[in-house]
Structures are given as structure tokens and as C-alpha cells.
């Protein structure tokens, strides 16, 4: 989550931050006119069909000044008092303590017939005096445990315009910008009306799915984008009065990522295996189904894929693994709707997003 302290006037006034004043956008001055008119085409086909909205620079710039105004910036290196800092250590033992109580709940009975794990739940917060936190090292060691996917970070501890929220970071599991996230120290409200307003985006720029995997640097892409740009920052100066430029653009541009991501990973996948499914439990061949599915060509995103498993036997025993680990959970008695679930599920679990 994104949590930048940088003034509002830093943040620029591009349409598209991650797509302007790179070679991308030099790239696309000079296409051949002909791009262009079918850039245009596609915005006038969009017009038509309401999908997405039409705006003006005019129109941008008037959200955008309605955005809310960067929260001021924050100084780590004035310091909380010895004081002030011994009871943040005990308070933090015992969130940390709670926390893990807490995913405790969700260990196997295997687990919990561990005698350390045992005693863990039988602590009680009267017992957590100071000696006994000193003891305990503040239960630092939970963080270590594997359970915890946050822990409190050292370069904010001792900070004293802080508060506990903004002192934790959630551990780095694949986020590609997770070194600048961290450092943003955004609060709790602002953080929660973030994820609002990405969900919000997700829904509303639902239209662009098709678009995200054309050529960055084309024509058609640079009118797409900037349109959802355009209604990014709609939605962000209408409808979340604690959004920043920094937090609309960023959110926007995790949007497009996202969708990127699922269509890469998964979109399309479900629906060949199932038809390959269909075919094999009438008797067919994987292979023979597989080809059969092809000449479908009703899944062109996965066609590629698709051919390349028939014109290579490397590909060909990888989509067949995949393909059974996609359907291992379909018995014979289950109907085609049931099953049609399960290979989605599969499909969807079969890559962790990060």
C-alpha cells in the first residue's frame, strides 16, 4: 500500500505518469498516420458504445485540483523519549502477542500439541509485566516465526510523529515497489479509503481488459490509457476526499497492472482445460482434445499456447501435467457446471499473485 509524505506540486500533472516522458511516448510521435486514425476510431467506437467516458484536458485538470493535498511531511529523525519508547516496546510485545493467539487459531491440531506453542495460549496479557516482556525479548520472535505477514520496521520505532500503524510494514512477498512503499507512512484512514478506491477502480475500468496487453508503445494504447487516466482521477477527486495525486495515479497504475497480470496468468486457461476436459471423459485422447480445442479458435489469447504443445512434445507433457492438475479434483459423478467451478479454482490457485 502506498503511503508517499511528498508535496502535491512534486507530483506533476501528467495524464499518465508511467507512460509519459519515457521513449514510449517519442515512439508513438512517430507512428504512421494510419495508427493514429485507427487510435481515433477506437475512441470514437468507445464514444459510441458508453464504455469508458470522454474528457477534456480541461476536464482533467479540474479533477485533479480537487484531489486532496499531500499530508505533511513526516521528520524520523526527531526522536521519542527513553520513556516514550520503553512503553511503545511494551505495547508492541503484546500486539505481538495478540497476533499470534490470533493465527493460532487457525493451526492444525498437529500443531497445537506442540508444548511451546501450548504455553503460548496460556499466557495471559495480566501476566505481561515488564520482567517478563524483558524475558520474553518482547516476543520479537514471532516475527521470525513464519505466521506474521507484518512486523514493525526499525527505521520507525524510535520516530516520534508516528503512530503504531504507520510503524508497520507488511513483509515483502513479491511486491515489485515494496522498498518505496514501505517508506510512504500514510495513516490508518487514509490507507483503508486507498483500498476502497482501488476496489472502486477495478470495477469502473473493467472496460479495458481487452486493451492491457496491446503494445505500450502504439497509438491505441496511449488513447486507452490516458482515457482511464482521465476516469481514474474522476472517480478519485468525486468520490475519496482523502486521495492524493500521488495515491490516484499510483492506484491507477496497479490497476492496469493487475488486469495485465490476470490476463497473463489466467484468463482463458479455465475455459481451454475445460473443454479439453470434455472431450477427454467421452474418450478422447489429451492430445486429440487439445488439437480439437485449437481449431476451435475460440480462445485466442491461449492459441499460442496451445499450438506450441502441439508442435512441441516438451510443451505438449507441461500443458498435459497442467491440465491434470487443474482437474484433479473432478470425480466422475460430478456434473459439467461443478466441474466447470472446480478448473477455474484450480486455475486461479495454481499461480500465488503477489
Not at 510523529?161 to 513479491?174: A, C, E, I, T
Not at 474522476?234 to 495515479?249: D, G, N, P, R
Not at 516438451?314 to 478448473?343: G, N, Q, R, S
Request: aromatic letters at 14%; one cysteine or more; a negative charge.
Amino acid at each position: 500500500m502506498p503511503r508517499d509524505h511528498r508535496a502535491k506540486d512534486d507530483a506533476g500533472t501528467s495524464m499518465d505518469p508511467e507512460e509519459s516522458n519515457s521513449d514510449e511516448a517519442l515512439h508513438a510521435t512517430m507512428e504512421p498516420d494510419i495508427d493514429v486514425q485507427e487510435a481515433e476510431l477506437l475512441i470514437q467506437e468507445l464514444n459510441a458504445l458508453r464504455i469508458g467516458e470522454a474528457f477534456s484536458e480541461e476536464d482533467f485538470l479540474d479533477y485533479f485540483d480537487r484531489l486532496a493535498c499531500e499530508p505533511p511531511w513526516i521528520d524520523l529523525k526527531v526522536r521519542l523519549k527513553s520513556e516514550e519508547l520503553a512503553k511503545q516496546y511494551d505495547r508492541h510485545a503484546l500486539c505481538r502477542l495478540r497476533y499470534y493467539k490470533h493465527k493460532l487459531k487457525q493451526a492444525s491440531k498437529e500443531e497445537l500439541r506442540d508444548d511451546k506453542l501450548k504455553r503460548i495460549l496460556d499466557i495471559s496479557e495480566d501476566d505481561c509485566n515488564k520482567e517478563f516482556l524483558k524475558k520474553e525479548r518482547f516476543f520479537r520472535r514471532f516475527e521470525q516465526d513464519g505466521r506474521f505477514d507484518w512486523f514493525f520496521h526499525l527505521d520507525y520505532l524510535a520516530c516520534s510523529f508516528l503512530d503504531d500503524y504507520q510503524r508497520l510494514v507488511p513483509k515483502n512477498h513479491g511486491y515489485s515497489k515494496w522498498s518505496e512503499y514501505h517508506t510512504y507512512l500514510h495513516s490508518y484512514e487514509i490507507e483503508r479509503e486507498y483500498v476502497e478506491y482501488c476496489e472502486e477502480l477495478s470495477k469502473q475500468l473493467k472496460w479495458m481488459e481487452p486493451y492491457v496487453d496491446m503494445d505500450r508503445s502504439s497509438v491505441k494504447w496511449g488513447k486507452i490509457s490516458s482515457r482511464g487516466t482521465l476516469q481514474a482521477i474522476k472517480i478519485a477527486a468525486t468520490s475519496f476526499h482523502k486521495i492524493t495525486s500521488c495515491l490516484a495515479f499510483t492506484g491507477y497504475y496497479e490497476c492496469k497492472e493487475s488486469m495485465a497480470y490476470d490476463i497473463f496468468w489466467f484468463k482463458e486457461y479455465d475455459g481451454v482445460y475445460f473443454e479439453i476436459w470434455r472431450r477427454v471423459t467421452q474418450g478422447m485422447g489429451f492430445r486429440d482434445a487439445l488439437e480439437e480445442v485449437y481449431n476451435l479458435n475460440r480462445f485466442p489469447l491461449r492459441q499460442h499456447f496451445m499450438k506450441a504443445a502441439l508442435e512441441y512434445d516438451e510443451a505438449m507433457m507441461m500443458m498435459e501435467d497442467e491440465f491434470l492438475t487443474c482437474t484433479a479434483e473432478i470425480t466422475p459423478e460430478v456434473k459439467e457446471d461443478k466441474a466447470k467451478d472446480l478448473i477455474v479454482e484450480a486455475v486461479n490457485n495454481r499461480v500465488k499473485k503477489p
